[in-house]
T-cell receptor
């Protein structure tokens, strides 16, 4: 299995520009998560999907951020307009529902997209 | 909201010394997971603990889940340079799939 795939790996853009980050989860996984990692705030959950439906977007910083999952094999995180404070590493992760009540749900992380907004 | 605190923030050891990181949640957890992130890499799952008082071992790594299911620890015996990285705990409060990550402990090992 190829694992979780993210693109681009690095993105440098100017303030005000639109940024689109892409993620392909592991085939067969029904949960997809978007995280942001910074030194100051650590690893923060932005939003997660179950079977392509957004379940919890309470971590999305503001209206400039939006995420979609049009099908089981693709998701995007869009920032419009971007600001310098959005500079971070953005991770996508996927997991598979467990059949047990303990909900064993190891998350598999992609390599991340390092975003720099100038 | 739920908070997961992790200490220490940094730990530097000599190779061969032991290392422990501690995790505390503001709420009772249904389970807790541990991840390791190498410098420049992404978090990689290590283990999940579910039962109160549970102890699991992976070679030199020992993971514990507190009796009240609000705290956990990771202990590494006789550290090696390959243990370098940031260790995160991540708590799951209930039946949803949302994990709250601690800030992590960065371990550096002097050979």
């Amino acid at each position: 299995d190829a694992g979780v795939i993210q693109s681009p790996r690095h993105e440098v853009t100017e303030m005000g520009q639109e940024v689109t980050l892409r993620c392909k989860p592991i085939s067969g996984h029904d949960y997809l998560f978007w995280y942001r990692q910074t030194m100051m705030r650590g690893l923060e959950l932005l939003i997660y999907f179950n079977n392509n439906v957004p379940i919890d977007d309470s971590g999305m910083p503001e209206d400039r951020f939006s995420a979609k999952m049009p099908n089981a094999s693709f998701s995007t995180l869009k920032i419009q307009p971007s600001e310098p404070r959005d500079s971070a590493v953005y991770f996508c992760a996927s997991s598979r529902t467990s059949g047990f009540s303990s909900s064993y749900n190891e998350q598999f992380f992609g390599p991340g997209t390092r975003l720099t907004v100038l | 909201g739920q908070q997961v605190m992790q200490i220490p923030q940094y730990q530097h050891v000599q190779e061969g010394e032991d290392f422990t990181t501690y995790c505390n949640s503001s709420t009772t957890l249904s389970n807790i997971q541990w991840y390791k992130q190498r410098p420049g890499g992404h978090p990689v799952f290590l283990i999940q603990l579910v039962k109160s008082g549970e102890v699991k071992k992976q070679k030199r790594l020992t993971f514990q889940f507190g009796e009240a299911k609000k705290n956990s620890s990771l202990h590494i015996t006789a550290t090696q340079t390959t243990d370098v990285g940031t260790y995160f705990c991540a708590g799951k409060p209930g039946s949803n799939y949302k994990l709250t990550f601690g800030k992590g402990t960065l371990l550096t090992v002097n050979p």
